[in-house]
Nanobody
Framework: QVQLVESGGGLVQAGGSLRLSCAASGLTFSFYPMGWFRQAPGKEREFVAGVSGDGLNRIYGESVKGRFTISRDNAKNTVYLQMNSLKVEDTAVYFC???????????????WGQGTQVTVSS
């Protein structure tokens, strides 16, 4: 079965950086678009970033454009989220997700990781 395991979360000061990783198994990784989502306490889950299976197409949520970068290494079955210039409002649980098609990744991911906590202090 598909498994997604996130790592790299933690506590960082505002203005700092973190890199999240998501290791995938149980799928032909390069066939699947991958995405990152986040959910802050009391808020709905929010799309953060997505990358196509070949890595050529990337999309970002408005709140992270210019600060976050999504990338993938198909040889390692891993997707990354580089987060720079972090803000207090970036505090959330970050989830890795995937879907069978690029067109549904943003709104209807089919598989989810367990999440990793990112806390940004002021």
């Amino acid at each position: 079965q598909v498994q997604l395991v996130e790592s790299g979360g933690g506590l960082v000061q505002a203005g700092g950086s973190l890199r999240l990783s998501c290791a995938a198994s149980g799928l032909t990784f390069s066939f699947y678009p991958m995405g990152w989502f986040r959910q802050a306490p009391g808020k709905e889950r929010e799309f953060v970033a997505g990358v196509s299976g070949d890595g050529l197409n990337r999309i970002y949520g408005e709140s992270v454009k210019g600060r976050f970068t999504i990338s993938r290494d198909n040889a390692k079955n891993t997707v990354y989220l580089q987060m720079n210039s972090l803000k207090v409002e970036d505090t959330a649980v970050y989830f890795c997700a995937t879907a069978t098609r690029w067109s549904v990744l943003k709104n209807r991911p089919e598989y989810w990781g367990q999440g990793t906590q990112v806390t940004v202090s002021s």
